[in-house]
């Protein structure tokens, strides 16, 4: 009989007060059972009829980012344990997943506490409806929840009692209506492009879909990744440098950076075309080196904001140095292994030539030192 029963996902969406942290991320069985009760009777009242299908909800509290994952694991978690109960053994139609002696029930329940410092925070729910009901009660969801979905008195106060917070709301909001919020926030922040990219990734994964950052990079979604060009080379040869190429790449490396993290933050990987995976940075690979030339170099490019804002591995060839490669530490925690790649790779010492700049040539190609001819 499950078969004939579609999932309609949604969440309780948390906004907390300012400063406010919950005590903990995870209910117990019995507390989430309890809350389960009371936004089922929201429900009833939100949405008549609602009784004919399942309720399910997972007592723990995440962020968006972990909810909005390519295949939605946490729901798609939530949808399956709620499929494994027969209905005589719930409570009228109810069913709720918390922990038991300090363990949630599958590993895709369990909150992340890196992301816990947002000010909204999200408990996932779904309803399993009969097929021929589905049309129905999903419209009914998508408007009535958006329109009056505020969550009970009883259950805002229970939530709040039992995780020592305070809130300013607490809503109901189906799974198209958070991609919608979440749409918004990243438009506001201006990361539309990245949007772009995750919207593929979630709803589209079997579709190629491209956009442009907004200093003009590819970005390009396809196979459950996001790929961009060989930054350097694209910089010198496509970006609009206008009067500070320097400046300008150090802008389009912020931005980068920002787009790695959300990303990897939503399990999305960013790739460079044509180049190997790696893991919180990305190398870009110009020449193989010369066996009768000076061995290899590291030198840093620097910038504010960004620290160490790319690597390049050189040759100090008289006249103009034999650039080999390219790094980019995108994540706070990439550059040592940056380095370690990069000197493993080149066969390079671990000195790092710091160069208290982004060092460009003339057509705005990142560069090196090279000695003077003689």
């Known amino acids: 009989m499950n078969e004939s029963l579609?999932?309609?996902?949604?969440?309780?969406?948390?906004?907390?007060?300012?400063?406010?942290?919950?005590?903990?991320?995870?209910?117990?069985?019995?507390?989430?059972?309890?809350?389960?009760?009371?936004?089922?009777?929201?429900l009833r009242a939100l949405l008549p009829g609602v009784e004919a299908s399942r309720f399910a909800l997972a007592g723990a509290l995440f962020d968006g980012v972990e909810l909005l994952r390519p295949g939605f694991p946490v729901l798609a978690t939530l949808e399956e344990l709620a499929r494994r109960v027969p209905r005589v053994v719930t409570a009228g139609g109810v069913v709720a997943f918390g922990t038991h002696e300090g363990h949630m029930p599958a590993q895709p329940l369990v909150p992340d506490p890196h992301f816990a410092g947002g000010p909204m925070r999200l408990i996932p729910w779904m309803l399993l409806v009969p097929a021929d009901q589905v049309e129905d009660l999903s419209q009914a969801m998508e408007r009535e929840l958006a329109a009056k979905g505020e969550a009970g008195t009883a259950t805002s106060d229970f939530l709040m009692r039992t995780l020592g917070m305070r809130l300013e709301h607490a809503r109901y909001l189906t799974r198209d209506d958070l991609l919608a919020l979440t749409c918004v926030q990243y438009e506001h922040v201006n990361l539309a492009p990245l949007w772009t990219m995750l919207e593929a990734a979630l709803l589209t994964p079997y579709k190629d879909e491209t956009a442009l950052g907004s200093r003009g990079l590819p970005l390009r979604y396809t196979e459950g990744r996001v790929e961009i060009p060989g930054l350097a080379d694209w910089f010198a040869r496509d970006a609009n440098k206008g009067g500070n190429a320097a400046h300008e790449l150090a802008g389009t490396l912020f931005e980068l950076r920002q787009y790695a993290a959300l990303l990897a933050a939503h399990h999305v990987h960013l790739v460079m075309q044509d180049m190997p995976a790696t893991e919180g940075f990305l190398i870009e690979t110009m020449a193989d080196a010369d066996p009768s030339a000076a061995a290899p170099r590291i030198y840093a490019h620097e910038a504010a904001g960004l620290g160490m804002a790319a690597i390049t591995i050189a040759q100090p060839v008289p006249g103009k140095a034999r650039v080999l490669a390219h790094g980019f530490p995108l994540a706070p925690d990439a550059l040592t292994p940056l380095l370690e790649t990069l000197a493993d790779r080149y066969g390079t010492d671990s000195e790092v030539h710091t160069l208290g700049r982004i060092m460009l040539d003339a057509d705005g190609a990142l560069t090196a030192p090279a000695p003077a001819l003689h």
């Open 6 to 42: 579609i999932a309609c996902p949604a969440v309780l969406a948390l906004e907390l007060a300012g400063g406010e942290m919950p005590d903990r991320l995870e209910l117990t069985r019995d507390e989430a059972q309890t809350l389960a009760a009371l936004v089922a009777d929201d």
